[in-house]
């Protein structure tokens, strides 16, 4: 293995909160940094600091779990370069590995086997003119799209988008979440039953749980 070091706020074990594997334990290395503020964001502690660490280092952690399914998120994990690295190593391991990123940065050179949740950001985020919609053209049924939808208008936005890349087709799952303290639950549920798209409605499971509980 190389000496490739990456910047680690925390590795920690807990409940899938969200995306395909919701609810299955899961081991989770969360990177440090991020080029984005979107403006519901809840790790901004992800933002600066963390800690180096090798590849063997992390490694030996995910190995102290007892599962087989590793998140790799951030901040945005892709930020820094080694990802790219730590995802191979993951899956030549024989993890299930997941990939938490946002839509602004290329995902085109992550390892095939990886399942990429691509957060594809709304208006009500600020932050979507940083969307990277070259993106949307690499995307396959391993992969998994995500809104968080913050009003009506980001939700028409991502039925807009959804048609005209044609994701409910491209992706395994287009998951919907309502924007925490900005739309109520039941409304979402209620205009996606309106609707009949064929997308995931998602709320996120470890904060249910555990609120906002450090490392959960």
Not at 19 to 33: D, K, N, S
Request: aromatic share 8%; with cysteine.
């Amino acid at each position: 293995m190389s000496s490739t070091s990456l910047r680690i706020t925390e590795i920690f074990f807990s409940l899938q909160g969200e995306a395909r594997t919701v609810g299955r334990p899961t081991c989770f290395i969360r990177l440090t940094g991020c080029p984005l503020r979107c403006q519901y964001c809840d790790t901004a502690y992800a933002f600066s600091g963390g800690s180096s660490m090798s590849l063997k280092t992390v490694l030996e952690r995910v190995q102290g779990s007892p599962t087989r399914l590793v998140t790799v998120t951030g901040g945005e994990p892709l930020a820094q370069p080694a990802c790219l690295e730590l995802l191979r190593v993951l899956c030549d391991e024989g993890y299930d590995v997941s990939l938490e990123t946002s839509g602004a940065l290329d995902i085109g050179d992550v390892d095939a086997r990886v399942s990429r949740v691509v957060d594809l950001k709304t208006p009500g985020s600020g932050e979507v003119q940083r969307n990277r919609y070259e993106n949307l053209a690499l995307l396959t049924p391993n992969d998994q799209i995500k809104f968080v939808i913050c009003d009506a208008t980001d939700y028409q936005w991502a039925r807009m988008k959804c048609l005209e890349y044609d994701l409910f087709a491209k992706v395994g799952d287009v998951l919907y979440s309502p924007s925490a303290g900005q739309l109520e639950p039941r409304e979402l549920a209620d205009w996606i039953l309106r609707d009949g798209d064929p997308v995931r409605m998602q709320l996120q499971l470890h904060k249910v749980i555990w609120g906002d509980e450090p490392g959960r």
